[in-house]
């Protein structure tokens, strides 16, 4: 029972939640072992999800690349508003540090800026999902989509121009890994969407 209510919310943030309960319905009908039922239920969401960013690829692609431009537009002004002040805290730390009392460790400002700069880019990360799913109801996840592909376009070029790859091996790594990077890097994204999505979806 647990099994199918996980499933249909899965099903849900891709289509209306009858027809997610309809299709868990007959996947638990067809599916002999659980790890078959997961299955189908991660290859129908996915083939949704899909399907909703091929029904409009153009506008959605123009959405993420506005989604894009937000993103940089707010770390470039987090960045500012709280790694600046940290390191000006650092220098004028390092005024009064006296260096033969060696009291003073500055790789505390580096880890503060680091775990700063990680919560921040998490944050503006979830919040741009949110942005992109309410311009787009009805198919709140699928700008997410668009949004990976464009990153992985913009990271792949840029990694084509400046590092080096000897060998095709070597060229194909690296997209796989730009990929699953990409993917990795959007998980905040999708959350935003599915909070966009949980809300606005009848219960």
């Known amino acids: 029972m ?6 249909e919310w899965i099903l849900s943030l891709v289509t209306s939640p009858e027809r ?4 868990v319905g007959d996947l638990m009908e067809n599916a002999s072992e659980l790890g078959m039922f997961w299955l189908g239920v991660l290859r129908t969401a996915g083939s949704l999800l899909w399907r909703e960013f091929a029904e409009d690829p153009a506008n959605l692609m123009g959405l993420a690349f506005r989604g894009f431009l937000l993103q940089f537009a707010l770390l470039l ?4 508003l709280f790694l600046i002040p940290v390191g000006l805290a650092g220098l004028i730390a390092g005024l009064f540090w006296n260096p ?3 009291v ?3 790789s505390v400002f580096a880890t503060v800026g680091q775990v700063l700069g990680i919560g921040l880019t998490l944050l503006v990360s979830f919040q741009v999902g949110r942005w992109m799913a309410r311009r787009s109801p009805g198919r709140e996840l699928a700008p997410v989509i668009a949004f990976t592909i ?7 070029a840029a990694g084509m121009i400046f590092l080096r790859q000897d060998t095709l091996s070597q060229f194909l790594l690296s997209l796989v890994l730009g990929f699953v990077w990409s993917a990795l890097f959007q998980i905040p994204a999708f959350a935003g969407a599915v909070w966009v999505r949980t809300k606005q979806t009848p219960r």
């Open 20 to 23: 997610a309960a309809a299709t």
């Open 104 to 106: 003073f460790d500055f």
């Open 150 to 156: 464009l990153d992985f376009a913009i990271s792949s």
């Open 77 to 80: 002004a987090f960045f500012a």
């Open 2 to 7: 647990r099994n199918a209510q996980l499933a």
């Open 100 to 102: 033969t009392a060696n």
